[in-house]
């Protein structure tokens, strides 16, 4: 594939995504809103490719060795912060579905923290 | 790895990411989406490491390590109140990481001449640029929310002007290098300029505008990451940014419809100005403030036949979600209707106040948007304001001076009476008059939030 056609192909993809991301994202309800923020954080984490591809790659200078090291660090700790505390969130959501069907086995509010 | 096999399981990432976004839309699905996200992020970092062009590891393991570990910690330690600054803080650290990634790849293609093409040259330049803002600006809105700068708009003279003249140079210095300029100060001066603009961009706005402006930062570390993408000819970079960034430009523009403001207004409007002038002296003009103490105001919310309880950022602060909570239920057992009015913006972020509700295991039949809220206060015998000032504003709806006149806001001015729970009569995190405090119907109850509603258990407790 020429250069031209790649390009052409990836901007078919990105206008593509941004439409499919607001249909997906319109329909989430405003009581979740902070978990989507929170979600799409942890989504953009995924810059840890590139910061992989940087640091991985043979024969660099020391510039290049310093950057990528530090773009290692900043996205892992995006990724795995942003998953930990969408689940933390999304975790208290959950917890509040017996108040709504009692017949649950959990049924039972937890303790206070 | 061929790089088709890597593709495919791209798409794989790709795939599940969608999906844990459709699930969000669901709460009883949503954490197992956010599982099926992370699993997704796993896979495509191991096909990462398998590819062929990365032929060291120990440092990408050690850098995981430090990274992944503060993550993990901070994640797991951060008080649910203390939400939003660490949304804004893991924001920040992946535009700040697009913004490195771009300067590597500049650094290591543009020597070589006819190297960078067009497109590569600016992509690199908008993910560097739009990359450093974020990083920077979350970096400022964390420190604003966690106090560690003043919440209130800090403005100076010819802000505007300077700002502009940053972002000009900023964009300056990446068309040249759009247009082929190699040079390597180019890309300094453009990340420099770039995250100086960040802090004065997100320095002036006010606390209370703060959903809009992480929305916005969301936003703009989705579309860095995309473009990053594009420089790496990467298709997960670029359909995940694009996603981010659809999702964050979608908040960002509810969150100014809540606020009935144009996003441009939020960002640059001249907030502070504004409300030391006419809207000031439009609506302290006399009138005289009534306090109260426990014992009076459980009396009221005790005999009362509706009651609803209007949070804000003050309960946050306060940490009294679960003291609410405790103090509804006991009103419940009484015989008392219950419901909780959320506004839109009510917080430091977008659904803030559902997430600290959510926390104590308020149901969710007592949650109520504004528009089905207003209605309601009419018939309300009590409303107990917990720690909210602009979204309760009358002069958002009277006051044509006011700065945040047209808001769209709670009109507990409708119901019967009106308790304010405030730590003191100072104005809001906007800096503005609340004539509500005024209103021969409101009654201040000051003190903490959480002390406040403990001595109210406590009163209704023993009636």
């Known amino acids: 594939m020429s250069h031209g056609q790649l390009l052409v192909f990836e901007l078919t993809i990105l206008v593509l995504a941004i439409f499919l991301g607001f249909e997906v994202i319109s329909k989430v309800p405003t009581l979740l809103h902070t978990p989507l923020m929170s979600g799409t954080n942890a989504i953009h984490g995924i810059v840890i490719v590139g910061a992989i591809l940087v640091m991985g790659a043979g024969g660099k200078d020391t510039l290049t060795w310093v950057i990528g090291f530090l773009a290692v660090i900043l996205a892992s700790a995006n990724v795995v912060g942003g998953f930990v505390v969408t689940d933390r969130m999304l975790e208290m959501f959950k917890r509040r579905r017996p108040e709504r069907a009692p017949a649950d086995t959990d049924g039972k509010p937890p303790p206070e923290q | ?463």
């Open chain 2, 1 to 463: 790895m061929s790089r088709t096999t890597s593709d495919l399981l791209y798409l794989v990432t790709i795939v599940t990411f969608i999906v844990a976004l459709r699930f969000l839309s669901r709460p009883d699905k949503a954490r197992l989406g956010n599982w099926i996200g992370a699993a997704g992020m796993l896979l495509a970092i191991g096909v990462t490491l398998a590819k062929s062009e990365v032929v060291s590891y120990l440092w990408i393991f050690v850098g995981m390590g430090i990274g992944g570990g503060f993550g993990a910690v901070a994640a797991r330690r951060v008080k649910m109140t203390a939400m939003p600054q660490m949304v804004a803080l893991f924001n920040g650290v992946g535009g700040g990481a697009a913004a490195l990634i771009s300067w590597a790849e500049f650094h290591n293609r543009a020597p070589a001449p006819g190297n960078l093409k067009l497109d590569i040259s600016l992509a690199i330049m908008l993910s560097a640029l739009i990359g450093s803002i974020s990083f920077a600006g979350s970096l400022v809105a964390f420190a604003k929310l966690q106090e560690l700068v003043r919440g209130r708009p800090i403005t100076y003279p010819g802000q505007q002007l300077g700002n502009g003249l940053v972002f000009g140079i900023a964009v300056a210095a990446g068309i040249t290098i759009a247009a082929g300029g190699e040079e390597q100060w180019l890309m300094w001066a453009l990340l420099a300029l770039g995250s100086l603009f960040g802090v004065l961009f997100v320095l002036p706005i006010g606390g209370a505008d703060m959903p809009v402006v992480i929305s916005l930062l969301n936003a703009f570390t989705g579309i860095a990451a995309a473009a990053t993408g594009f420089e790496l000819e990467n298709n997960v970079l670029i359909v995940s940014g694009a996603l981010v960034g659809a999702s964050g430009t979608l908040l960002t523009v509810l969150m100014g419809r809540a606020m009935n403001r144009s996003i441009t207004n939020v960002l640059f409007g001249a907030f502070g100005q504004v409300s030391a002038g006419t809207a000031a002296a439009a609506s302290s003009d006399g009138g005289t403030v009534r306090s109260a103490g426990a014992e009076d105001v459980a009396v009221m919310l005790a005999y009362a036949h509706k009651v609803v309880f209007v949070p804000g950022y003050g309960l946050a602060v306060a940490q009294a979600q679960h003291d609410v909570r405790q103090l509804a239920d006991l009103l419940e057992e009484k015989g008392v209707e219950v419901s909780y009015a959320i506004h839109p913006v009510a917080g430091r972020m977008p659904g803030h106040m559902n997430v600290l509700l959510a926390e104590a295991n308020v149901p969710y039949p007592q949650l109520k948007e504004m528009e089905e809220a207003n209605p309601e206060f009419g018939r309300t015998d009590v409303v107990l304001v917990v720690g909210a000032n602009d979204v309760v504003n009358p002069d958002a709806r009277n006051n044509e001076g006011s700065p945040i006149y047209g808001m769209p806001i709670l009109n507990v001015d409708q119901a019967q009476a009106v308790v304010v729970l405030k730590r003191s009569m100072n104005p809001g995190f906007a800096g503005i008059e609340n004539p509500l405090f005024f209103n021969p119907k409101t009654v201040m109850l000051f003190g903490d939030a959480k002390e406040s509603i403990d001595k109210l258990i406590e009163d209704v407790k023993g009636l």
